[in-house]
Nanobody, 121 residues
Framework: QVHLVESGGGLVQAGGSLRLSCTASGNIFSIGAMGWYRQAPGAQRELVAR???????NYADSVKGRFTISRDNAQRTVYLQMSSLKAEDTGLYYC???????????????WGQGTQVTVSS
């Protein structure tokens, strides 16, 4: 099993910044892409940003130029630096990864429990 633990959420005023962190632990053979998704009340979960093991990234159009995703492969940690936050960035932010627990195991999706980000206008 792979466990993802997020931290760094909180309440911030519009225009402010937050940095989210997520560390993977457990029975890990290999980790592929890591990313952040968010879900606002009454809305579907959506991709915010994703970074592959080689470092390539992709972002939701709504956060381009404001958010930066990075990872530390040695620490099995992914970060999301969020700047110029807007009220519409409010939501529960989930960490995600695709990982294998053994050489012959299939790649599986794992999710964190979520960290709340609230941006006041």
């Amino acid at each position: 099993q792979v466990h993802l633990v997020e931290s760094g959420g909180g309440l911030v005023q519009a225009g402010g910044s937050l940095r989210l962190s997520c560390t993977a632990s457990g029975n890990i053979f290999s980790i592929g892409a890591m990313g952040w998704y968010r879900q606002a009340p009454g809305a579907q979960r959506e991709l915010v940003a994703r970074i592959r093991s080689g470092g390539s990234t992709n972002y939701a159009d709504s956060v381009k130029g404001r958010f930066t995703i990075s990872r530390d492969n040695a620490q099995r940690t992914v970060y999301l630096q969020m700047s110029s936050l807007k009220a519409e960035d409010t939501g529960l932010y989930y960490c995600h990864t695709s990982a294998k627990t053994g050489y012959y195991s299939a790649v599986a999706d794992y999710w964190g429990q979520g960290t709340q980000v609230t941006v006041s206008s």
